[in-house]
């Protein structure tokens, strides 16, 4: 039973903010069920709350409308609803990061969740990621110009020293005895609505520079390679499972050079190039 009405800027999935709204409803009302919200929104189907809630059915923006109005959403709450709906409904890369952009607008979310704001932005920049591995080379320099001029491409110094601030504000480097920068063990979250938007772009990004590595550094420098095959449901797996383990093969592997020289990006990528045939099974 939820013995306190969620607040609604507290979340990032509007199912989840149902799914605790009703709970919380149908124990503080005894005539508040799936039926009587579906009679007050103007629905027909009686469990349609349910089917919402449990992902079966998506809402449309009249749905949207009547749900902020039977739950008596207030302007800002009820803006804040259709904006996390269409973040949770986007279809596309693109129309996600919007989404999350918009989401981050409301001043109750942010004060709620002030870091989020930097988390996102974190993965937005491919280069955050890369200056903060740049920490942990011997010659590194914390000069904003230097650090712009090392990377490839290169970045110009606004957007290193803007980098900077922001690692140190999400505590992803800090300083040593010393005063040098040096990463942390701070780790960021991807899992949320909000951050995976941002996520999902730096992903994009970086198998985009994959493809210009062909042509900006010689065979030397890169290895890039592919297969084609066909494979079963249960064979995919295991390969994303085998994936997985490699790729925390590889970070051991990095945790444990202790005289890196460069910085390096490594991506995995297994997708379908044609549709999925199940097989027909004899009865």
């Not at 996390?84 to 607008?105: F, G, P, S, W, Y």
């Amino acid at each position: 039973m939820q013995s306190k009405q969620p607040v609604i800027f507290e979340y990032d999935n509007y199912r989840l903010y149902l799914r605790d709204l009703y709970a919380y409803l149908k124990g503080s009302t005894s005539h508040f069920s799936y039926r009587y919200f579906s009679r007050k929104a103007g629905f027909r189907s009686p469990n349609f709350l349910k089917l919402v809630i449990e992902g079966k059915r998506n809402l449309s923006q009249e749905s949207i409308e009547r749900f902020a109005q039977a739950l008596k959403l207030k302007k800002e709450e009820a803006e804040f609803f259709r904006a996390l709906v269409h973040l949770n409904q986007a279809e596309t890369i693109d129309e996600r990061k919007h989404c999350a952009e918009q989401l981050m607008r409301f001043r109750p979310f942010r004060r709620i969740h002030p870091i989020r704001r930097d988390q996102f932005d974190y993965y937005s920049k491919w280069y955050h990621i890369a200056i903060r591995e740049l920490t942990s080379i011997p010659e590194f320099s914390e000069d904003p110009a230097w650090i712009a001029a090392a990377l490839m491409p290169p970045v110009s110094p606004g957007q290193a020293r803007k980098a900077l601030e922001l690692l140190l504000g999400l505590g992803l480097v800090e300083r040593d005895e010393s005063g040098r920068l040096r990463q942390t063990d701070s780790l960021i979250t991807t899992g949320d609505e909000v951050i995976s938007a941002s996520v999902a772009d730096y992903h994009r990004e970086m198998i985009k520079k994959g493809g210009e590595a062909i042509e900006r550094f010689p065979a030397s420098k890169r290895d890039i390679s592919s297969v084609t095959v066909a494979l079963s449901e249960k064979t995919f797996k295991e390969m994303k499972q085998s994936i997985q383990r490699f790729r925390k093969e590889l970070l051991t592997m990095a945790d444990k050079d202790k005289d890196p020289e460069a910085v390096y990006q490594i991506n995995f990528q297994l997708f379908p190039l044609s549709k999925e045939f199940k097989k027909r099974h004899e009865e």
